[in-house]
């Protein structure tokens, strides 16, 4: 990917890009709630850094090498993208709790007893999304190589 694109995409989160002899750290600040993959592709290596704000400066770092800092690029454009449709599914179901408590204040509770969930057609959709393999990691510094 060209640097700019990357920058362009990534630029609410990106802190800094260091060049450090002949790697590359993509230094990149999360919210400290924000969860990371299991698994991350071989030759990256990932250091965290914990701040006072609430978040996580998280570097990925890597050999200066074309097809890894591709690798790189598409692992920190995955991270973002499953924590913000994490934290979009979360104000969802809040949204959804919200309007159930809200029927059953108002509903009378012979009505209530009716009211009936497809646990089929739930079960389908949730069997139908995959997980995209994230996972909390302990706050202060932690560097995984994978």
Not at 23 to 44: A, C, N, R, T
Not at 54 to 59: M, V
Not at 66 to 81: A, M, S
Not at 131 to 141: C, Y
Request: avoid cysteine; glycine fraction near 4%; hydrophobic fraction near 30%.
């Amino acid at each position: 990917m060209i640097y700019s694109k990357f920058i362009e995409k990534t630029t609410k989160y990106l802190h800094s890009v260091r060049v450090l002899k002949n790697y590359l750290s993509f230094d990149m600040s999360f919210p400290s709630s924000w969860l990371l993959l299991k698994k991350y592709p071989e030759g990256i290596e990932i250091i965290q850094n914990q701040t006072n704000d609430g978040t996580t400066i998280t570097s990925f770092v890597t050999i200066n090498n074309k097809e890894l800092l591709d690798v790189l690029e598409n692992t920190v454009e995955t991270i973002i993208k499953s924590n913000i449709e994490r934290e979009e599914k979360e104000k969802l179901f809040k949204n959804k709790v919200q309007e159930l408590k809200n029927i059953f204040e108002k509903e009378k509770l012979e009505n209530l007893k009716s009211l009936k969930f497809d646990i089929e057609e739930l079960t389908k959709l949730m069997n139908h999304e995959e997980s995209e393999g994230i996972e909390q990691v302990d706050g202060g510094t932690e560097s995984t190589k994978k």
